[in-house]
């Protein structure tokens, strides 16, 4: 009994390492990319996952209106802003 037990122990502690290495992490960047997300509104300035810059103008339940120069507003999904910039950033 106590040799089953101790033959799992190293693919047990592997797990728990896994876990504690990888797996959190990766769950704690989603939550925060979800919540970044959640909290865009007008007139913020973003960057897409493309690397396009610009200013929110317009903003809906699945895409975003994100105006990358005087005029010209394009379409893009929510999920894919990878972050948002400090206000000023984009010089216009």
Known sequence: MTSSLMSMLPLLLMFAVLYF???????????????????LAKGDE????????????QIGDTQI????ANGVVIQIQRVSVAQVLPKGAIKS
């Open 21 to 39: 290495v990888m797996i959190r992490p990766q769950m704690k960047r989603q939550k925060e990319q979800k919540a970044m997300i959640d909290a």
């Open 65 to 68: 209106g994100l105006e990358v």
């Open 46 to 57: 973003i960057v897409t996952v493309g690397g396009v810059l610009g200013k929110i103008a």
